[in-house]
């Protein structure tokens, strides 16, 4: 069993930057891929970002490709999502992910462990 808390949401204006952060328990965390998810009001959840257990592959969603990092740290059981030059339409709630795959993983229903999300909003 897997728990997440995300944290380092916030309100910013455009163009500004906010690094959000995702904690877990439990020791499995090492071996597990990674993901970031966001929810905006009255649309589906969609893929942001992932990343393997060993930090190998990584792969964003177009619309973050070379404003957002995802990066993780195991020995603090922790993944971050670096988010720079933020646009109004990044607002949304992000949530984060953990499951056992190996692999990259785009579809929200794949994923076994989510966060209870955390709150961006970017002003224009």
């Known amino acids: 069993q897997v728990q997440l808390v995300e944290s380092g949401g916030g309100l910013v204006q455009a163009g500004e930057s906010l690094r959000l952060s995702c904690t877990a328990s439990g020791r499995s965390f090492s071996t597990y891929a990674m993901g970031w998810f966001r929810q905006a009001p009255g649309k589906e959840r969609e893929f942001v970002a992932s990343i393997t257990w060993s930090s190998v592959n990584i792969d964003y969603a177009d619309s973050v490709k070379g404003r957002f990092t995802i990066s993780r740290d195991n020995d603090k059981l922790t993944a971050y999502l670096q988010m720079n030059s933020l646009k109004p339409e990044d607002t949304a709630l992000y949530y984060c992910?953990?499951?056992?795959?190996?692999?990259?993983?785009?579809?929200?229903?794949?994923?076994?462990?989510w966060g209870q999300g955390t709150q961006v909003t970017v002003s224009s």
């Open positions: 992910a953990a499951d056992p795959s190996r692999g990259i993983i785009y579809s929200p229903q794949s994923w076994n462990y």
